[in-house]
C-alpha cells in the first residue's frame, strides 16, 4: 500500500523509536533535539511529494507546522503552565487548519455518501461529550479550553469521514485512521494531564500522535479528488 514511501517511511521509523526512547530517563535529554524531527521530517517530505499548488496540501503543511510549534512549547510545559496553554492552542490551530483541508474535499462533492460522516459524527459526538463529562472535575482552569479543543478535534474527526466517496479509498483510509489516531493521543494526555498520571503515558501519547501525523502526511500526497458521479 504504501510501497512509494517505503524509504521515508523507513526513516520516519528510526525517528519514532528515537521519540519512543526518549520517554525513558536515560534519553530524556536528548529531547530537543529529536522531538522537533517528527514535523521537520513530515513537512520536508510533503513539500517534495505534494503539489503545493493545491490548496489542501497547503492547509496540511500549515498544520504540520503548527505542530511543530506546538511540540517545541509542549516540551517545556512542565516548566511553566503557559507553555502547556501555547502547546494546546498551536493544536488548536492545527486541527482548524485540517478541519478546512477536509471540508474542500466534501465541498467537491456535498451529495456523495455521507456514510462515514454521519458515522463519526455519532461516534465523536458521544465520545466528546461523555469525555469531558467525565473529566471536567479535573479540569479547573482549563475547563473552557479544553472544552473548545475538544470540540475543534471533533469536528476534525468528522470531516475526515466526510472524506469518503470524494477521494480515492487510500487517501479516506490513511487520514480518517489518522484523524481517529490524533483523537486517542490527545485524550491519552488530557487523562495524564488533568485525572492521573498513568505507566507508559508518555510511549501511548507519543506513538498514536506520530502515527498520526505520519497518516494525514501520507494520506494528503496520495489523494486523488473522485470524479463526480
Known amino acids: 500500500m504504501l510501497k512509494n514511501h517505503k524509504k521515508f517511511t523507513l526513516l520516519f521509523s528510526v525517528i519514532i523509536i528515537l521519540n519512543l526512547l526518549v520517554q525513558s530517563a536515560l534519553f530524556q535529554e536528548y529531547v530537543l533535539f529529536i522531538k522537533p524531527l517528527i514535523c521537520i521530517s513530515l513537512v520536508a517530505y510533503l513539500y517534495v511529494q505534494a503539489n503545493m499548488n493545491a490548496g489542501f496540501n497547503r492547509l496540511v503543511f500549515a498544520g504540520l507546522l503548527f505542530s511543530l510549534f506546538g511540540d517545541s512549547f509542549l516540551m517545556f510545559a512542565g516548566t511553566d503552565v503557559y507553555f502547556f496553554l501555547y502547546g494546546l492552542v498551536s493544536f488548536?490551530?492545527?486541527?482548524?487548519?485540517?478541519?478546512?483541508?477536509?471540508?474542500?474535499?466534501?465541498?467537491?462533492n456535498p451529495q456523495a455518501s455521507k456514510y462515514f460522516g454521519h458515522l463519526m459524527f455519532f461516534v465523536m459526538g458521544v465520545f466528546s461529550l461523555s469525555y469531558y463529562s467525565w473529566i471536567r472535575d479535573y479540569l479547573n482552569d482549563f475547563?473552557?479550553?479544553?472544552?473548545?479543543?475538544?470540540?475543534?478535534?471533533?469536528?476534525?474527526?468528522?470531516?475526515?469521514?466526510?472524506?469518503?466517496?470524494?477521494?480515492?479509498l487510500l487517501s479516506f483510509r490513511l487520514i480518517f485512521f489518522g484523524a481517529v489516531f490524533f483523537v486517542i493521543s490527545d485524550s491519552a494526555l488530557a487523562y495524564n494531564k488533568f485525572v492521573e498520571p498513568f505507566s507508559y503515558s508518555g510511549v501511548l501519547i507519543m506513538a498514536t500522535y506520530m502515527i498520526a501525523q505520519y497518516l494525514i502526511t501520507i494520506g494528503a500526497i496520495e489523494r486523488k479528488v473522485e470524479a463526480f458521479k
Not at 486541527?95 to 474535499?105: C, L
Open 92 to 108: 488548536l490551530l492545527v486541527h482548524i487548519v485540517y478541519s478546512m483541508a477536509f471540508f474542500r474535499d466534501f465541498k467537491n
Open 143 to 168: 475547563r473552557i479550553p479544553v472544552m473548545a479543543y475538544m470540540f475543534v478535534i471533533s469536528i476534525m474527526a468528522i470531516l475526515a469521514g466526510y472524506r469518503y466517496k470524494r477521494v480515492n
